[in-house]
């Protein structure tokens, strides 16, 4: 009997580990100092490029010529060394791994800390630093501590207006910024059945926010459905509800629209607290709600209508982009008076296409709301697509109604 | 493996935005990092981390898994950083920078003396003694090397 972590690993936790890696990723951003510290390290070769992929999506397209050329001496690198990449526009990391690459039981590292986003299709996958990344890229493998477990318990079914961005902030409400640090979360429960994939996504995404170094759901139907989607065929785990540290219940028929107020992700309140808050922009997007649910969520809802607000979209991958406009949502976010930009990270990590000035206010389906970290002076409330879109219908922050 | 410095004392929850903000990333130029280092938590604290240790509370670097932080508190000189408790992609990024980490329960006060010893698994601080959470024996064998890059080259 064992965690999907200890299984995956094949070790009980507490123990260290190396272990090969399957997947191992970096982006623009952490790519570059992998790739110094690549260099540090005097290797030439690498034993197994086809493992390793580079997602360029932190600052897509550049902002400036120093962006520009570090990002080209990477994409030299990735044509020389054989590491297939996935340039501008492709999307965000761990949205385009989510699109076939990773597997249910597969070992992934990422460098960048939301890499725990892929545990939602039974992987065991964790963020790394970019030296880390370097020693995956020269040896295929890395060393763990298989970590101890928490179950998140699921109950019921989520309901309009309420949806799984309010879960994640739910959770991580109740674990607080450190009550997962170094453990794993398994999100398990009749509840977990319910949720979609890209649901699961943005409950695995918030994992980190907890402290977590991974958050897994076993593959079952849904993961099989949707890996079929990308032309891959998986087969389901079987949970076996063991060895859990503790348990977290949550109640999916009491969730109700939340907000992170600033500057703690774990500092969540019902959105009915905070509606009023002026806004200055609204963000839709990132690896925790850039997702084509979350885009049709949001759409449902501005359709014939204009925002009140500046209003920026970013789609999580092209997949995503494609996908909104063959079903018409995206000219429905257009049509309302929203700002499309390319699939990447957009404006999360303040450092371009919607950073925030002194004293503005911005609500956005991100998963970070740290002082500064938008644009210096700026606050960030964290909320879903739903509350978003409703939001910027109004200018200020407002409860979304029943759909 | 030992060291000591005079004590800085942060708070819990510093997450690497504050260490360094994502508009410092794009660059190769470390000395950059290091002069910005915890701008938007206090701007005057760059200029007094060198030959410091840092202590701060629980969950010591938490957010991002930006490597640029450690460098940055490296590369500004700190000796090392103590905490309640770390994330733990900035634990593990400290140790393969070189930049020692300590877990331990101290009592801090700004300016105070703090001595380490690794291998002895205590803390000191202004003479009074802390047990230190023992750190794997591959993390100590990266620390003693000064990093992943230099541990890599002398098994390679």
Same mark, same amino acid.
């Given at each position: ?58 600052? =897509? ?43 249910? *039981? ?29 020693? =995956? %890229?020269?040896?295929?493998?890395? %060393? ?7 179950? /998140? ?27 997962? #640090? ?8 009749? *509840? ?22 991974? $958050? ?60 009023? #808050? ?41 997949? /995503? ?16 008076? !929203?700002?499309?930009?390319?699939? $990447? !990270?957009?404006? !999360? ?9 002194? *004293?503005?206010? !911005? ?14 002076? *700026? ?25 | ?26 660059? &190769?130029? +470390? ?26 509370? +629980? ?78 024996? &591959? ?18």
């Amino acid at each position: 009997m064992s965690t999907l972590s200890e299984a995956i690993l094949g070790a009980p936790a507490g123990s260290y580990v190396d272990r090969e890696v399957d997947i191992a990723f970096a982006h623009d951003g952490t790519g570059v100092l992998a790739r110094e510290a690549l260099r540090e390290m005097g290797v030439e070769h690498l034993p197994h490029p086809e493992r390793l992929r580079l997602v360029f999506d932190h600052i =897509v397209p550049a902002n400036t010529g120093t962006t520009a050329t570090l990002q080209a001496e990477l994409r030299e690198y990735a044509r020389v060394s054989g590491i297939e990449l996935s340039d501008a526009g492709g999307g965000i990391c761990h949205q385009v791994m989510s699109e076939g690459v990773v597997r249910p *039981g597969m070992v992934v590292v990422g460098a960048d800390s939301h890499t725990c986003t892929l545990g939602a299709l039974g992987a065991f996958a964790t963020g790394v630093g970019a030296t880390d990344m370097a020693a =995956v %890229w020269a040896s295929g493998s890395t %060393w763990f501590r298989v970590p101890e477990t928490i179950a /998140v318990n699921l109950t019921g079914h989520l309901s309009s207006p309420a949806e799984p961005k309010d879960v994640a902030l739910a959770y991580v409400a109740e674990l607080g910024m450190e009550g997962a #640090t170094y453990r794993a979360l398994e999100f398990v429960g009749d *509840g977990a059945a319910t949720i979609s994939m890209d649901g699961r996504l943005t409950l695995s995404n918030m994992a980190v926010e907890t402290g977590a170094k991974a $958050g897994m759901f076993y593959a079952d139907a849904v993961t099989v459905r949707h890996l079929a989607e990308h032309g891959v065929t998986a087969s389901p785990q079987a949970p076996e509800d063991c060895c859990y540290e503790r348990t977290v219940a949550i109640n999916l028929d009491d969730i109700v629209p939340l907000v992170a107020v600033p500057h703690r992700v774990d500092t969540v309140r019902e959105a009915e607290e905070v509606a009023g #808050t002026h806004l200055d922009q609204v963000f839709v997007g990132t690896c925790t709600n850039g997702r084509y649910e979350d885009l049709a969520r949001f759409a449902r809802i501005v359709r014939g209508k204009k925002v009140a607000v500046r209003t920026l979209v970013f789609p999580a991958s092209r997949t /995503v982009l494609a996908r909104a406009i063959a079903t018409g949502v995206l000219a429905d976010i257009v049509d309302a008076g !929203c700002t499309v930009g390319s699939p $990447g !990270c957009g404006p !999360c990590l303040g450092a371009h296409m919607g950073v925030l000035g002194e *004293g503005e206010v !911005c609500l956005s389906t991100a998963n970070r709301n740290f002082k500064n970290r938008m644009g210096v002076g *700026g606050e960030v409330y964290l909320a879903s697509p739903s509350t978003a879109a409703a939001s910027a219908l109004a200018g200020e922050i407002t409860v979304p109604e029943v759909a | 493996m030992q060291g000591s410095g005079p004590a800085v004392c942060l708070g819990r929850d510093i997450d690497t935005d504050l260490i360094i903000a994502g508009r410092y990333l794009r660059t &190769k130029n +470390r000395s950059v990092w290091a002069e910005h280092v915890f701008e938007d938590l206090d701007p005057a604290l760059a200029a007094r981390i060198r030959g410091s240790v840092i202590v701060a509370g +629980r969950n010591m670097g938490c957010g991002s898994s930006r490597e640029q932080a450690v460098v940055a508190l490296r590369e500004a000189g700190v000796v090392a950083v103590v905490a309640e408790s770390f994330a733990r992609i900035f634990f593990r990024n400290a140790v393969n920078v070189g930049l020692p980490v300590i877990e331990a329960s101290v009592t801090c006060t700004d300016g105070a003396r703090v001595a380490f010893d690794l291998d002895g698994g205590w803390i000191e601080v202004d003479g009074e003694r802390y047990p230190a959470r023992p750190l794997s024996e &591959k993390m100590v064998a990266i620390l003693r090397a000064g990093g992943l890059v230099p541990y890599w080259r002398s098994w390679r």
